[in-house]
């Protein structure tokens, strides 16, 4: 089992930055591959980003369209923490934003078994 905890949701400015955090528990966190996921009201939930091992020290990135170049996600392997770095706010980025994790092995961009409770982020036009 893994839990996870996600922190660092709120109200900003569109154009402002957030960074949201998900602190991982109950497996050894360098072996999960991470993503985060969102939901806005009425709409499905949808991939925003992942990261997961490639080799060595490397890790792979992966991210929505719509977030690339204005998103950043990032991992601490010794806090056990994934990152999510947000900058260029939009009003279309407000949603539900979920922590996911599985083992790093599992394939598929969006195959993840364990998930956060959510934050909220909020982007005020």
């Known amino acids: 089992q893994v839990q996870l905890v996600e922190s660092g949701g709120g109200l900003v400015q569109a154009g402002g930055s957030l960074r949201l955090s998900c602190a991982a528990s109950?497996?050894?966190?360098?072996?999960?591959?991470m993503g985060w996921f969102r939901q806005a009201p009425g709409k499905e939930r949808e991939f925003v980003a992942s990261?997961?091992?490639?080799?060595?020290?490397?890790?792979?990135?992966d991210y929505a369209d719509s977030v690339k170049g204005r998103f950043t996600i990032s991992r601490d392997n010794a806090k056990s923490t994934v990152y999510l770095q947000m900058k260029s706010l939009k009003p279309e980025d407000a949603a539900v934003y979920y922590c996911?994790?599985?083992?790093?092995?599992?394939?598929?961009?969006?195959?993840?078994?364990?998930w956060g409770q959510g934050t909220q982020v909020t982007v005020s036009s």
């Open positions: 996911a994790a599985d083992d790093d092995w599992v394939a598929g961009r969006y195959v993840y078994t364990y």
């Open positions: 990261i997961r091992w490639s080799g060595g020290i490397t890790y792979y990135a």
């Open positions: 109950g497996r050894t966190f360098r072996s999960l591959k």
